[in-house]
C-alpha cells in the first residue's frame, strides 16, 4: 500500500484523469492517506462546492483508502524533519513533512507528482504520472 499526496487524489476526482494515472490506479488494490489530504481535499471544496466532486471523493475514500492520523510518533517525525532540512537550507511545508511523517511511521512509500516535495525525507517516493 502507498500513501497517496494530495496531487495523486485531485487528479483521481478530475472528470478525465490522466490515463497513466488511471491505469496505475486500478493496479493498486487500496491506497493509503494521511488525515492532512483530507484537509486539504476538503478545503478545496469548501471553497469551490461540487456535488460530483465530493460524490467522487466520498468514494474514494470509503472503498479504496485507509486513512492514518496524525499521531503523536507522525508530528515528532514530522517535526524534526523539518527542521533537519530547514538547518540544510531547504524549507518544506509543514502538509508535506506530516504526510512524509506518516509514511515514515507506517513503512509506506509516498506516491506524489511532486516528486522534489519528498526529497530527502527518507522515505521511497512513486510517481504515478510516469509510465
Same mark, same amino acid.
Given at each position: ?31 493509503? $492517506? ?13 471553497? *469551490? #462546492? &461540487? /456535488?460530483? !466532486?465530493? %460524490?467522487?471523493?466520498?468514494?474514494? $475514500? ?13 508530528? *515528532? #517525525? &514530522? /517535526?524534526? !524533519?523539518? %527542521? ?26 509516498? %506516491? ?20
Amino acid at each position: 500500500m502507498l500513501l497517496v499526496d494530495t496531487n495523486v487524489l485531485s487528479e483521481l476526482m478530475r472528470p478525465r484523469p490522466a490515463p497513466v494515472l488511471v491505469r496505475w490506479a486500478a493496479a493498486q488494490a487500496r491506497f493509503a $492517506l494521511s488525515v492532512v489530504t483530507i484537509e486539504e481535499v476538503e478545503f478545496g471544496l469548501a471553497l *469551490r #462546492r &461540487s /456535488a460530483r !466532486l465530493e %460524490a467522487v471523493f466520498e468514494a474514494l $475514500l470509503t472503498e479504496h483508502c485507509t486513512v492514518f492520523d496524525v499521531t503523536v510518533g507522525v508530528a *515528532r #517525525r &514530522s /517535526a524534526a !524533519l523539518r %527542521a533537519t532540512l530547514r538547518t540544510g537550507g531547504r524549507t518544506r511545508t509543514q502538509a508535506d513533512m506530516l504526510i512524509a511523517g506518516t509514511a515514515a511511521e507506517h513503512g509506506l512509500a509516498v %506516491a506524489t507528482r511532486n516528486v522534489r516535495d519528498f526529497d530527502g525525507c527518507g522515505v521511497r517516493v512513486v510517481n504515478p504520472f510516469v509510465a
